[in-house]
């Protein structure tokens, strides 16, 4: 059981970069994936999920309407759209996912990635 983060890297401010999430030996089909970061300094904080099965997605205030949240189910990978990226958005970004079994967001993850770094500065 493995979830593989990629696609981090270094962006100029207004740059975009997709993240992707590629599980292995698990389906995400039946899951709830969520994209957390984590800056040096600061807490970990979820910035979106994606309950996989019914497409729900919710995004915390400081991305909504920048970052986008998917699925591709034939793939069983989850990606993450980041546009008009800030300097603030830098941090090492993770995905984690966990099945679902109910219509209520989950309060743990089950399975994490190591974590792919993003950065933004000019």
């Known amino acids: 059981v493995q979830l593989q983060a990629s696609g981090g890297g270094s962006v100029q401010p207004g740059g975009s970069l997709r993240l992707s999430c590629a599980a292995s030996?698990?389906?995400?089909?039946?899951?709830?994936v969520a994209w957390f970061r984590q800056a040096p300094g600061k807490e970990r904080e979820r910035i979106s999920r994606i309950s996989v099965d019914d497409v729900a997605t919710d995004y915390a205030d400081s991305v909504q309407g920048r970052f986008t949240i998917s699925a591709d189910k034939a793939k069983n990978t989850a990606y993450l759209q980041m546009n008009n990226l800030k300097p603030e958005d830098t941090a090492r970004y993770y995905c984690?996912?966990?099945?679902?079994?109910?219509?209520?967001?989950?309060?743990?993850?089950?399975?994490w990635g190591q974590g792919t770094q993003v950065t933004v500065s000019s």
């Open positions: 030996g698990f389906k995400l089909t039946t899951c709830v």
């Open positions: 984690a996912a966990t099945p679902i079994w109910t219509t209520s967001w989950p309060n743990k993850y089950d399975y």
